[in-house]
Structure formats: C-alpha cells, structure tokens
C-alpha cells in the first residue's frame, strides 16, 4: 500500500506543478467556447420563435428564415457580400503581397515603411470609414481638389452612385487590411531558407523567376491563412459601411451584419434578425469547414512524410 | 374560513397599496429613475431643466442618459426590463408604446390625467397614441412638425420672390425659378433615411391628408395602390432633382450654411431646424419658417412628438415620483420652459404663445396645429416611427430612400414596392 502511495505521489505531485499551465489554457478555452456555443443555440433558438422586442416562447418554424430570405435587404446585402468579400480579398491580399515584395529588397527605412503600412489596422473602423467617407464625397474630398486645380470635368462620385458605392467600401477595407497580409506575407519571405535562394542565383534565375518558381511557392499557407481571417473579416463587416455609406446610397450597400443589427434593434424584430444572423453564421461555416478540412489533410500528409 | 380571511387581507393589502399617491407622498420622498437618449445641446438642456423642476417639488431626480441613438436608449430599457428592474419612466414615442406596453406592466395614468383635465387639451390622434388599450400610460411632452418650409432669404432675393409657395405647384415654380436664378441647388437637404422620408411624407400628406392617413396610418390597400401615392412619388422625384447629389448620408445641419448663403433655397425639414440654425449662430431674419405646401390651401400638420411611458413599480417612492412627474409634464408652465428651450411647441392646445420666448415659427407652427386639427389635417408623421411601428416603418423608409437616390425605379413600380414592403413587414 505505501509503495503504490509512492507511485502515485509523483503523478499528483507533476499534476500540481501544471496547475498553472492547465488553467491558463482550459478556463478561458472552455469560457469562450461555452460562451460562443450557448449563445449561437440561443440564437438558432430565438430564429425559430416569433420573438420581438423580446425573446418569447412559442415555435414558428422556418416561418422567420422565408421572410428574411424574401426581403430585398437581404438579397441586396447577400449579394453585396459576394461582390464585396471576394473583391476585397483578392485586392488586400495581392496589396499585402507587393508592399511585403517592396519591403523584401533591404531597402533602408523598412522599419518605418514596415509600421507606416501596419498603422492603418491600428485605426478603428468607424474612423476609417468616417475619414474615407469625407475623402470619397464629391462636394468635399478628392473630387473637389481635383475639381479646384482647373480639371473641372473630373468625376469621382462613386459614394453615391448606387452601382459603385460597394468599392468605395472595398478602397477603405484594403486601405485598412492590406498592412496585416503585409506583415505575415514578409514574415514568411523572410523565412525562406536563403540556401535555397542562393542555389537558384547560381543557377541564374532573375529576380521575377526567383520569385514566381522558389519562393511564392513556399508562401502557400501563409496565403490561406490570410485569406481564410480576411474572409470572416468580410462576412462580419459592419462598422466600417456604417460609418461610410450607412448602408446607402439608398440601401445599394448594405452587408448582412448590417441587416441583422436592423432587424434585431431598429425593428424590433429579434425572431427575424436572429434568422438573419444564422444565416450569416451558415456563409461563415461554408468558408471555414472546408478550411478546416483542408488543415486536417494537411496535417496528415506532413504526419505521413 | 382561513381561505377567506386571508383573501381579505390580501385585498385589504392591495387596496393600500392603491391608494392615491398624494396621502403616501407626505410619507416618502418622492424619487425617479428616467433614461432618455437626450444628453447635449438643446434636448440636454431641456431634461435637465425638466429635473431641476422636480427636484424644487421636493423631488429625487436620477436620470441616466443614453448619448448616442434612439436604438441604444432602447436597447438599455430592453435590458433593464428583462432584468425586471425598469425605470420608472422612460422616453419612448409613438406605436412603441404600445409595443413595449405589452412586454412589460405600465403605471395606469387615468386618474392623474382625468384630475388634470389634460385629454380636452391634446389632439385626438396624439391622445389614441398614449393610450393603448385605452388607459393614459404615457404622456406627450413636446410637438414638432415635420413638414415645416424653411425659405433661404438670399435665395429669395435672388429669385426676385417674395411669395411663400402654399401648394405643390408654388413650391415647384419656385424652385424652378430659384434654379434660372443661378440658385446651386434649390432644395438643401441631408441623406438620412428619415430626411428622405420627410419628403415623401410632405409630398403624400401635402397632395392629399386623407390619402395619407388612409395608405400610410392605416395601410390600406387601395390607398396604398391609389393615384396620390403616385402623384407623391412624383413629387418627391422633383424634389430629388432639385437636391444636390453629394450628400450621401449626411445630416442636413452639414448645409445649413449653403443654405442661409442663398447657394441653397428651400428646405422641407422638422421645426427643429430652427433650433439646430439659431444653435449654429445664424439669424432668424435669414430664413422664414411656413407650413409645409398643400394643395388644399390648408396647412398640414405631420406630428412628431416626444412622450414618456411610466413602468409599474412597487417601491412607494418610486410610485410619488411618477405621480409628479406626470403632473409636471401636463403643466402649462413645465410645457412652455421645455418647449422654449429646444424650439419645439406644447403639446397643450390651450398654452398662449403670444408673449416673449416663442419664435414666430413657434408662433405658425403652433396655429398650424389647431387650424389642422379644425380641419382634420393633423396626421402622424412616418419618417419619425409615430404613424407605424419600427418595423413597418423601416420597411417602407427602405423603399422611400432608393427611390429618392435611383432615378431609374418609377413612381409606379416606387407604389407598388411601397405595397409589397407593408405586405412583407407583417
């Protein structure tokens, strides 16, 4: 008995010494996901109740889903999303990816240029979109100035032209983004193995082939990685409209953030926002699952080699 | 036996309980919880004036202001109410009393408003709004017009016309004269949803009152379908034309200086523009205030107005308060200091406005009311959340403001999305 007391000692005893490490990581793991869980089951629940001002019992079925699906707002903020999601993607990833290049060439300065570039993601957005939303408008911002050194003809009203306001939203989202490809996107060139740079120099590779053959290729999954948090950035994207166009001109900019926030508080319609927002959260799975698979075969190749 | 008794004792209990609050009074001191979004500028000024009134009653005034939009005072009064902790009165207007007064117990305001005499002295639609399911639980506290003309005098100057427009072709062969004048744009304006909504709710209840209270308080079908929807949207396509393009979503104050400049002629705006023009430093001789246009001749009067709902407590300070509170906000005195200060009028009919303190738009305005109410043309205003609740409002707002920003949606297919927006709300 007192030798399997001894065993056991150690085991308790290295248990208590990680204590610490253990509740650093499982209690706010477990908080946050008991908070992120209880609150979505609450929200798909409050989605199939005929809930208003309040959550109110009572069972509607898909009643709440064909309405939020039959409303133009929503059409047109889907369709937004689309538009808006991939465009700015694509762009904050292709400006990150030049600006980390430009930096890349031990240029002097780069530490300034390097906090220059990340400063916009310092900004919140409300006031992006706020100084941008001055910036745009063609009575005050770069029209004018344009306008008042003698090009008179000179037209740039996309903030309120119904069919291009979404890119003034997109300009403001990579002014602010770009800097965050940048940094991860440098970060990886910099740890390209300079061996295998220099191999390719002897075999006389010019800087474009250098580029294109040996170390884009090796950027891989820092280019999903951005693409994946520039994505549920997308979808999520509220304050940055709100503050720009308000969701106008009209409602030709709305996002589907912005159509749950208006159901759920400026209508008093909580069963129909809440619809809204599993929506929403239905679009954010159709990116991550296949993000999460796609890590998941990864790490088994890596396993398997 | 026991049963009975204690049943007395119960009722006896609740018969305490409900006696009226002036024997109790003497007893607490009385105290109120308020939560209101209003915290600066004039509407700051105004409540704190309203709570230092109270305080000289022998009064607790705790108010908690919630800055920002009428959406985040909501959203804190949803939150006390489900913690079951509501204020014991809080600002709230239009159908959403009605709507939140199903959510949660309201304080019957019968007897107070009865001894008061108040009913005779509010407009009959006014009254039906703080009265849902016919007890006063609410109270009104100031009036604006929404459809009030605003004329720009330089703009006048510049148009030689001296003329104030009073029906829709008036204001149209004004403005069209103001443009030939070399006036930039001849209607000022912001790009707000509700802006956008003040002009189609001007244009409809101009055109026609009875169109107006038909399609948009009672959403009646045909209404909704009929010839003056239309001609409204027709109208507001004008008006449109005449705007400048450039606002975006600004505030209209953001051109209040074209606008007295004369760069800008006319404006459609609520009364509160006065207030928010004389803030900004200009004159009353730079701008003259009339009734919005009508094509009857007769003024229209759009009613926004700013009211508190009282929540049921059960604490008897709580309950005095409320009880005071009521009796200053149906004060004639209370009603003119609060009206004097944001630029608004009283809710009573009966208060003179002749002495010093009003404006002369004070002065209009307040006549417009009774001669609208004479002729039934008193009606509530949608741009402001009184003729629907939120949710149908915003609904029609929607198709309002991409009609006013996209020429190319016709005044036809604006009526027939109008309908199917109504159709889809419920």
Redesign the interface.
């Known amino acids: 008995m007192s030798e399997a007391a001894a065993a056991r000692r150690p085991k308790v005893f290295g248990l208590a010494r990680r204590l610490p490490e253990h509740l650093t990581i499982w209690v706010p793991l477990l908080l946050a996901a008991g908070h992120i869980v209880s609150f979505s089951l609450w929200t798909l629940w409050v989605s199939f109740t005929p809930s ?3 959550p109110e019992f009572g069972w509607v079925g898909l009643h709440n889903y064909t ?1 939020v699906l ?4 929503w059409r047109i903020a889907f369709d937004n999303l689309l538009l808006f999601g991939s465009a700015f993607v694509v762009l904050s990833l292709l400006t990150g990816l030049g600006l980390a290049i430009l930096l890349d060439q031990r240029i002097r300065g780069e530490n300034v240029l390097r906090s220059i570039f990340l400063y916009p993601m310092a900004v919140s957005f409300v006031v992006t979109g706020t100084v941008w ?1 001055w910036l745009l ?4 911002g770069v029209q004018k100035f344009v306008n008042d050194f003698g090009w008179m003809s000179f037209r740039f ?1 996309w ?2 032209n ?1 069919d291009m306001a979404i890119w003034t939203i997109v300009m403001a989202a990579v002014w602010q983004s770009a800097g965050f490809g940048m940094a991860l996107f440098l970060a990886g060139l910099r740890s390209v193995d300079t061996d295998l740079i220099k191999a390719a120099q002897i075999d006389g590779a010019g800087p474009v082939r250098l580029y294109r053959r040996v170390i884009l290729p090796t950027l891989w999954p820092i280019t999903v990685t951005v693409v994946v948090i520039q994505l549920q950035f997308a979808i999520t994207t509220f304050d940055l409209v709100r503050a720009l ?2 969701g ?5 900019t709305l996002l589907p953030a912005l159509v749950v926030y ?1 159901f759920m ?5 909580l069963g129909r926002g809440a619809a809204a927002a599993v929506l929403m959260l239905l679009t954010l799975l159709a990116v991550l699952l296949p993000y999460a698979a796609w890590r998941h075969v990864q790490a088994r190749k890596t396993a398997r080699a | 036996m026991t049963n009975l008794r204690r049943r007395t004792v119960l009722a006896g209990t609740a018969g305490l309980l409900a006696v009226p609050h002036q024997s109790r009074a003497q007893a607490v001191k009385p105290r109120l919880t308020v939560i209101s979004q209003w915290t600066s500028g004039s509407d700051g000024a105004a409540i704190t004036a309203l709570g230092k009134k109270f305080e000289e009653k022998g009064g607790i005034w705790q108010h908690s202001p919630v800055p920002g939009f009428t ?1 985040e005072m ?2 804190k009064l ?1 939150a006390q ?2 913690a079951g902790d509501p204020p014991a009165c809080s600002q709230l207007k239009g159908p ?1 009393i009605a ?2 007064s199903k ?1 949660a117990a309201t304080t019957d305001l019968d007897a107070i408003v009865a001894a008061a005499g108040y009913e005779k002295v509010v407009a009959p639609d006014l009254a039906r709004l703080h009265k849902p399911g016919g007890h006063w639980i609410s109270l009104p506290l100031q009036i604006y017009s929404t459809n009030m003309l605003f004329l720009s005098k330089r703009a006048m100057d510049k148009a030689k016309a001296d003329q104030i427009p009073v029906t829709w072709a008036d204001f149209n062969a004004l403005a069209a004269k103001m443009k030939a004048a070399g006036v930039t744009y001849p209607i000022a304006n912001g ?2 949803r509700p802006d956008d909504g003040q002009k189609f709710e001007a244009s409809l209840a101009g055109i026609s009152p009875a169109a107006y209270r038909a399609a948009i308080m009672n959403l009646d079908e045909t209404a909704l379908k009929g010839p003056e929807v239309k001609a409204a949207f027709v109208q507001v396509r004008k008006i449109a034309d005449w705007m ?7 505030h209209f104050s953001t051109n209040l200086k074209r606008f007295v400049a004369g760069d800008m002629g006319m404006m459609i705006q609520g009364g509160w523009a006065q207030g928010v023009l004389l803030n900004a430093g200009y004159k009353l001789d730079d701008f003259i205030i009339a009734p919005g246009p009508t094509d009857n001749g007769k003024p229209v009067f759009l009613l926004n107005a700013d009211a508190f709902i009282f929540w049921q407590r059960k604490e008897a300070d709580l309950q005095a308060g409320q009880a005071l509170m009521a009796q200053l906000v149906m004060d004639p005195a209370i009603q003119t200091m609060y009206s004097q200060i944001t630029g608004s009028i009283p809710v009573r009919t009966d208060v003179d406005l002749s002495g010093a303190g009003w404006s002369d738009g004070q002065r209009r305005t307040a006549a417009a009311l009774k001669e609208a109410v004479a002729s039934n043309q008193a009606v509530l205003s949608l741009a402001h959340n009184m003729a629907q ?3 149908v409002t ?2 029609m707002i ?1 198709v309002i ?6 020429r190319t949606i016709t005044p036809d297919d604006a009526a027939s ?1 109008l309908n199917e927006a109504v159709e ?2 419920h």
């Open positions: 208003t001002l309040l309405a039959a409303t133009r707002n939303s408008n063609p009575g005050v009203d903030l309120i119904r166009t308000g106008g001109p009209g409602i030709a208006d508080f400026q209508r008093g319609l | 959406t909501m959203n949803r109410i489900m959403e709507a939140w959510i790009g707000t400048d393009p450039n606002t975006a979503a600004q609740q939120n949710g915003a609904a929607d403001t991409e009609y006013v920003k996209d999305r889809g709300s």
